[in-house]
């Protein structure tokens, strides 16, 4: 579907205007932002709780814009639909597998990046 990376690490190099300190910390920050995204998101669905999923989605959406990590907005822009209209049924369940593989995929996109900062690479 995207050709492109999950997240644009263009953006994180332009904002950063070569501050490695500062990219270090706004790496760190999307980095636990979508483990933090992906793990609220799993609790909302399963308890069925459109209130947590909202409230992860209005946190992180900012983000997703500006780093342009567009797969997983676009998939959260769907899911928001999806609850709206047809709550947590099949639909749903089947946004939720793609949400997963997106989340993931970005997750995985920064890891390398994160575990260098954090020391923790293999």
Do not use: C, W
């Amino acid at each position: 579907m995207y050709n492109t990376p999950p997240v644009n690490f263009d953006k994180i190099h332009e904002m950063t205007d070569g501050d490695a300190d500062f990219k270090a910390e706004l790496i760190s920050a999307i980095y636990t932002s979508l483990v933090e995204l992906r793990n609220t998101y799993i609790e909302g669905a399963s308890m069925e709780d459109e209130n947590t999923i909202q409230e992860i989605r209005h946190k992180v959406k900012p983000s997703l814009v500006m780093f342009e990590i567009n797969p997983l907005n676009d998939i959260l822009s769907e899911g928001k639909d999806i609850i709206e209209s047809h709550g947590f049924g099949p639909e749903f369940l089947d946004h939720f597998e793609k949400f997963l593989d997106a989340v993931q995929e970005a997750i995985d996109f920064l890891e390398p990046e994160f575990k260098k900062i954090e020391g923790t690479e293999e």
